[in-house]
């Protein structure tokens, strides 16, 4: 019988001979000591890289999931690592806290947007391993460790952002918030403005972020900042319906960009501005039903609107197919040795592509100006680099290796794409039992 798997996106596949829900951490290690390898642990699957796949087995945490406890003055949370970010959020305002911060959706488990550096969007807001208080992991010989930042900073610091590669997260502590209100506000302006006042805009909100809709020469602003007033609905959300008017503007249009741009001008002006509070959980996620492939540099602040000026010229000169809007954010300093944020207040920039069609000539047309501006990728998006590229970026890079060769010293998390990422030797690596 075959076990198929396949991340969100649908671009990357595996066939791995067992697929496995351990129901507790001691299933968990009998699995990581005796399944085939590699074993790569999967949250809810949505990395655009290969980091889940692999030939051996594929563990999944669903049924590791829910509150284990909390406290209440000091809005900790302890969670198991499978707990998806919607039921999560639920959890939490059911015990008054808040996320201080949230990316663009609540489908991927709290163990997988810890295990990439997901992130939302301000430049005092850290990206989800920032919250961490302590952690338990099952390491690579199956035996259950823990670790808290009181005493052991720099081990949480090491596996904070760890790829599923430093064992397997089953709990975790987050430090949290007391709930809160945001006020959201929405408008559209010109990217020339945009571009021009960026630091300014970026930084005068708890959290700011924008979309540049291609070849329209508008971005979309979006802010939001805490709020004590009374909560107003929020409007109903027409991503998707925009998407579906930059998609037959782009198939009918695309080798017609001043009457493809008049229109898309047209279709901007009537999206109303927005301006409403509500509780935290109700503000910053969205539904994505259209399907892309995604990449997403994490540069010093300070380029980012060179970096996304020139992106934007790449992409109206020679990817006529491009419709999805570009994603602008703004990302805190951290000291997680493998975080994309380690040490430097960062502007992320992410472009997307239909998962109709082949990515690949986007991305790597786009990647060399990312990187040209010392940009990190996103561990869960479409990049190329490798283990010696990658070792330039993250100045603690050796000492994360040594740590990692601590927690799985049979390798049993390595698989090819991860012995590329990591330089490991390809001989050492455990395809057995
Ligand atoms: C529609 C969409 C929207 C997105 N929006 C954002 C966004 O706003 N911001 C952002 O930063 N990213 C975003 N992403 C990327 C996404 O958040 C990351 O790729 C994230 O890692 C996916 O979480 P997941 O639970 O699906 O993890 P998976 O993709 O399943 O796994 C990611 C990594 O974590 C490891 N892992 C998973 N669980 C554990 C565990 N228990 N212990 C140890 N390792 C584990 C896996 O082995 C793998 O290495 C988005 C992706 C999609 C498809």
């Not at 707990?83 to 059911?94: A, D, E, F, V, Y």
């Not at 006529?320 to 809007?325: I, L, S, T």
């Not at 010392?374 to 283990?387: I, N």
Request: aromatic share 10%; hydrophobic share 40%; glycine share 8%.
């Amino acid at each position: 019988m075959s076990n198929s798997w396949s991340n969100w996106s649908g671009f990357v596949t595996a066939e791995p001979r067992l697929l496995a829900s351990p129901a507790d951490a001691g299933e968990l290690g009998d699995l990581i000591r005796t399944a085939p390898g590699p074993v790569r642990v999967v949250g809810a699957g949505h990395s655009f890289t290969p980091l889940v796949k692999s030939q051996g087995t594929i563990l999944s945490l669903e049924k590791l999931e829910g509150l284990v406890a909390h406290d209440a003055k000091k809005h900790q949370a302890r969670v198991r690592a499978g707990t998806r970010l919607g039921p999560l959020m639920h959890m939490l305002q059911g015990i008054g806290q808040g996320l201080p911060n949230m990316g663009d959706i609540d489908r991927q488990a709290i163990g997988g947007a810890l295990g990439t550096a997901t992130h939302g969007s301000g430049p005092t807001l850290g990206a989800y391993h920032t919250q961490l208080e302590t952690v338990q992991i099952v390491d690579g010989l199956g035996k259950v460790r823990d670790f808290k930042r009181e005493g052991d900073q720099e081990t949480i610091h090491a596996i904070g952002v760890a790829l599923g590669a430093f064992g397997v997260l089953s709990e975790v502590t987050l430090n949290n918030i007391a709930t809160y209100r945001l006020r959201r506000r929405k408008w559209v302006l010109p990217i020339a403005d945009m571009l021009r006042d960026f630091e300014t805009m970026m930084s005068e909100h708890r959290s700011a972020e924008f979309y540049y809709i291609p070849f329209s020469g508008y971005a979309q602003f979006i802010a939001s900042d805490f709020s004590t007033e009374a909560t107003t609905p929020r409007p109903t959300d027409d991503d998707e319906g925009s998407l579906r008017t930059l998609r037959r503007l782009r198939t009918g249009l695309a080798w017609l960009p001043s009457l493809r741009r008049r229109l898309i001008l047209g279709a901007v002006a009537k999206v109303p501005a927005e301006d409403y509070v509500q509780d935290w959980l109700n503000v910053y996620v969205s539904d994505r039903q259209t399907r892309f492939n995604e990449m997403e540099y994490h540069l010093p602040f300070e380029e980012g609107p060179k970096a996304l000026a020139e992106i934007i010229e790449l992409t109206e000169k020679h990817f006529p197919e491009v419709y999805f809007p570009m994603e602008v954010r703004s990302v805190a300093s951290d000291e997680f040795w493998l975080s994309p944020f380690h040490k430097r207040l960062t502007c992320s920039i992410a472009i997307h592509h239909d998962a109709a069609n082949d990515p690949l000539p986007f991305m790597r047309a786009a990647e060399p100006i990312f990187r040209g501006y010392g940009g990190r990728p996103h561990w869960g998006k479409m990049h190329s680099l490798k283990a010696a590229d990658l070792k330039k970026l993250y100045p603690r890079w050796d000492d994360a290796m040594a740590v990692r060769r601590d927690i799985d010293p049979q390798n049993r998390f390595v698989s090819p794409y991860m012995a590329d990422l990591f330089g490991i030797e390809p001989s050492s690596f455990g395809i057995q039992p």
